[in-house]
């Protein structure tokens, strides 16, 4: 689905509804001004809900944005406003929750016309904020690497690469929409903000005053509970992500992959070295007078054919064991159920700490034997020294180790009464602090890192628990609905499996 094709279906939503109040309803006053209102109201609706069902995703993709504003108010005049986006990042997820709430509120209040004057306020401040996000997010891609936004004078050509962020959230996984796309969308959406700032005295509004309170209050307690049960209480309902169920990762991997390989350099963006002057050039006019080009010119932007297949955070799955070898391929290959504890973040807390230790230093003597013919080398103790050493002392955060010791553990022992065996995979963490923590509960299963974000869009559990066969998700679980051992036989596990040995 595309923006185009989902505002086609808005609009014809926003019409059905306007013909329906127009024939059975007396309260429309401008026929326009209320097709607005079910077209604006109809379409926060459905972008609030589709992140609703995952409001985590949105909390890291805020992250995203925090991170890029406190790096652009560093160095600039916003200096003093630094600090307050580490604080942000920190509530990111009371924020996401926040803001889809008002975001389908807003739009309920716009359908039924609860409070003209507040609602049609609360729509233009949300599209200021969604406007100045999508525009800081396509406007990077005219600012290079090595500037800072406010650096006007050192804009260059727009780089895709250049962007900060790649995608605005905006739909969630559901629809994954361009910077410049998104940026259109929201200023396309500014022009009626601004006409219901002026013109909401003409509002439709339904039903009796009561009602329409009690239904913007149901809504918004609905909705938070809504949230809470997509990330606190269990996973999203609705699975917009590549790592869903049914997903064969092997498969995907191999065909994206593929589909890179299969990517021509099409044209070249460059830039004049003496008059900063840009153009395009076609990849055979590059290659066919590359000695005249890089004499004169500077690469700004390789632009390439885009891949038959999108390429997805499935591409990036990579697992690695401890000693740093890449162990991906042999875990997508098994064709044996196995289970993996997806855990992105570990919670512990470590202190650095000074031991003193002997130091021994040895010397090497050659010494002739007696016969005056052959000589030995003698090894003795030149000298003892204390050597200080710095070492860190790792420990568990005791809710997150009572929730792996009381719930993941015990899983993992009563299926390996079926030869079903299992596996940990952590991000951002050291080698040192995993087997510090993970010696101090047991563990004795294989333990892989992979990229931490990696393992957030493959589950928003934390810990998670996956079934894996044939390189397929069967089934995933948050920690919070383990199913037993009965129900794992029933309807999950292969019988006919070789046993493990």
């Known amino acids: 689905m595309t923006i185009l094709t989902l505002c086609l279906y808005i609009a014809i939503v926003a019409s059905i509804l306007t013909f329906i109040m127009l024939k059975w309803s007396n309260t429309v006053q401008s026929v326009w001004i209320s097709f607005l209102q079910n077209f604006c109201g109809s379409l926060f609706i459905f972008s609030g809900w589709v992140k609703a069902v995952d409001p985590m995703g949105t909390a890291f993709k805020m992250v995203e944005y925090f991170e890029e504003f406190e790096n652009t108010a560093k160095s600039s005049f916003l200096k003093f406003m630094a600090d307050i986006f580490p604080f942000m990042a920190k509530y990111a997820i009371e924020f996401s929750v926040f803001t889809i709430i008002l975001e389908i509120v807003i739009g309920v209040m716009l359908i039924i016309g609860y409070k003209p004057k507040w609602a049609s306020i609360l729509f233009f401040l949300i599209m200021i904020f969604f406007t100045v996000l999508t525009g800081f997010t396509f406007l990077t891609g005219y600012v290079p690497k090595e500037a800072n936004f406010f650096e006007f004078g050192k804009w260059a050509a727009f780089a895709e690469s250049n962007m900060r962020v790649t995608n605005c959230g905006c739909f969630g996984d559901f629809l994954k929409l361009t910077p410049e796309t998104s940026f259109k969308k929201d200023l396309l959406l500014m022009i009626p903000a601004i006409i219901f700032m002026f013109s909401w005295k003409k509002f439709h509004s339904l039903f009796t005053s009561s009602l329409r309170l009690g239904i913007t209050s149901f809504a918004t307690v609905a909705l938070f509970l809504f949230c809470l049960a997509n990330y606190k209480w269990n996973e999203p309902m609705f699975d917009f992500r590549p790592f869903k169920k049914g997903a064969d990762i092997r498969s995907l991997k191999e065909a994206e992959a593929k589909a ?141 180790k009572n929730l792996l010791t009381s719930k993941i553990l015990p899983f993992l022992d009563s299926i390996y009464q079926d030869s079903i065996k299992a596996f940990f995979v952590v991000g951002g963490v050291s080698e040192d602090a995993l087997k510090a923590l993970f010696s101090q509960i047991n563990v004795t299963n294989p333990i892989y890192t992979a990229d931490d974000v990696l393992l957030k869009t493959i589950m928003r559990s934390n810990p998670g628990i996956l079934l894996w066969r044939n390189g397929k998700i069967i089934s995933k679980w948050h920690h919070n609905h383990i199913p037993t051992l009965d129900e794992m036989r029933r309807d999950f596990l292969d019988w006919k499996a070789p046993l493990i040995h």
């Open 260 to 400: 890179m390989g299969d990517v021509k350099i099409e044209f070249w963006r460059l830039k004049n070295k003496s008059s900063s002057e840009t153009k395009i050039v076609s990849d055979n006019d590059y290659m066919s007078n590359i000695k005249a080009y890089k004499a004169d010119w500077e690469v700004v932007e390789q632009i390439k054919s885009k891949p038959s297949i999108p390429n997805t955070k499935i591409s990036d799955f990579a697992l690695y064991d401890l000693e740093g070898n890449d162990v991906t391929e042999e875990v997508l290959a098994e064709p044996r159920s196995r289970i993996m504890i997806n855990i992105p973040k570990l919670y512990y807390t470590s202190q650095t700490f000074t031991t003193a230790i002997q130091d021994t230093i040895w010397k090497l003597d050659t010494v002739k034997a007696t016969d005056g013919k052959e000589f030995t080398t003698m090894k003795s103790i030149a000298e003892i020294k204390e050597k200080k050493e710095k070492k860190n002392s790792y420990t568990w955060d005791e809710k997150y």
